[in-house]
């Protein structure tokens, strides 16, 4: 494990940074690693969970201070991802997910929308991002929810689909269409949506394969109205704030799923050095050797691919959309492989519940789905190349 604990302590953090990470392991280890497994039997929200993460004052870590917050390096963020994600990925994602959510606020508000929105989310407040919808996935330009200005209102009609914590979300990042712009890609606008707004309901939640305590529902918006404010920007602004959105939560899926994967590799890793064949520790066998030499130079290199990108944001650097592709499709990749070969290691027990091997299996999946399908990424990072 040294190479990958010279790689961890090579992290340009400040000291704050690094005991508020102190802080954050001490609670995977105390609180979210033990209640990971029945969390996973259970498929209920881990309200407890999200009572600790608060009790730390940890959503501060994205919010300005001016708005209640305390917010720290994005490159900070990303190690508290991955280590959640280590602990229990549906918390990781339940956490991470309101990020993803705000980020867009954060970056795009007005300071009127700012002091009125962050310093609940400070607080500890839930927020969603919609994005998806039955005709519109990986291609967002095909999403069909509207929107209609009113004089000082908007009335949203539409719904959405596979929404993270939608069921317990206090505001909804929506992307729709603005009515009055005929043009699919220069249509799209963002809007925020409060709880309890009449007309928005909550559809039902889906039985996931993994994660499976950090819910995804769908959302039906039936005459929504909500006052024009709460429009961000422009109409017709909506893409380069959902760009700007994915370029920011894409390392942040990469984190999630490189924490899994080293879950998967030091639990196997630690298991193979007791567990004994023919008279022999099985990490002795050279054909097991070499599994792990694969296994953790590629978690090396990828990491370290994660801390790059992140600098870069923390940098200032805006156009990095091909580095976040790169790193969120091999990330995700590295964990579907490292979590199979750890099942393998493990033998008839990596298939059996009484062993976490087949929870992180199942979590790392939805990795290569969510942000972007792997196959989608593979096209703009080839794309990219074309000389115009």
């Given at each position: 494990m040294k190479v990958l604990q010279r790689l961890d302590d090579s992290l340009a953090l400040a000291e704050e940074e690094r005991l508020l990470l102190d802080a954050v392991r001490a609670l995977c280890r105390d609180h979210l690693r033990p209640h990971a497994a029945e969390y996973d039997r259970s498929a209920e929200f881990p309200w407890d969970n999200v009572h600790a993460i608060n009790k730390l004052g940890l959503n501060g870590m994205f919010i300005p201070d001016e708005y209640g917050g305390a917010m720290t390096s994005y490159v900070s963020y990303l190690a508290a991802v991955r280590e959640m994600a280590k602990a229990c990925a549906s918390s990781a994602m339940v956490w991470s997910n309101t990020f993803h959510a705000v980020k867009p606020v954060i970056d795009f508000a007005s300071h009127e929308q700012k002091t009125r929105l962050l310093p609940k989310i400070a607080a500890g407040g839930l927020v969603s991002l919609c994005i998806t919808e039955p005709t519109a996935g990986s291609d967002a330009t095909g999403m069909k929810t509207r929107f209609t200005p009113?004089?000082?209102?908007?009335?949203?009609?539409?719904?959405?689909?596979?929404?993270?914590?939608?069921?317990?979300?206090?505001?909804?990042?929506?992307?729709?269409?603005?009515?009055?712009?005929?043009?699919?890609?220069?249509?799209?606008?963002?809007?925020?949506?409060?709880?309890?707004?009449?007309?928005l309901t909550v559809l039902g939640k889906e039985d996931k394969m993994g994660q499976r305590a950090a819910p995804i529902v769908g959302l039906s918006f039936n005459n929504v109205r909500v006052p024009r404010e709460n429009l961000f920007c422009e109409p017709g602004d909506g893409l380069k704030i959902l760009f700007s959105a994915l370029n920011k939560s894409r390392p942040s899926i990469a984190a999630h799923a490189l924490g899994i994967a080293r879950a998967a590799f030091e639990d196997a890793v630690a298991y193979i050095n007791q567990r004994q064949q023919s008279g022999r520790n099985i990490i002795e066998f050279q054909g097991i050797q070499f599994m792990l030499a694969d296994m953790v130079t590629d978690l090396a290199l990828c990491e370290s691919w994660l801390w790059r990108v992140g600098a870069m944001i923390d940098a200032g650097e805006e156009d990095i959309g091909i580095e976040a592709s790169m790193l969120k499709m091999r990330a995700s990749d590295l964990a579907m492989r490292i979590t199979t070969d750890a099942v393998q290691l493990y033998g008839g027990y990596g298939y059996c519940k009484d062993y976490p091997m087949e929870r992180y299996m199942r979590d790392a999946k939805i990795t290569q789905i969510y942000e972007g399908t792997n196959q989608i990424h593979r096209q703009l990072i080839g794309r990219s190349f074309i000389e115009k």
């Open positions: 009113d004089g000082d209102d908007i009335i949203i009609n539409g719904s959405k689909i596979f929404i993270t914590c939608g069921n317990h979300a206090e505001f909804y990042g929506l992307f729709g269409k603005w009515s009055e712009i005929d043009n699919d890609r220069a249509a799209i606008s963002f809007v925020l949506v409060e709880k309890g707004a009449e007309g």
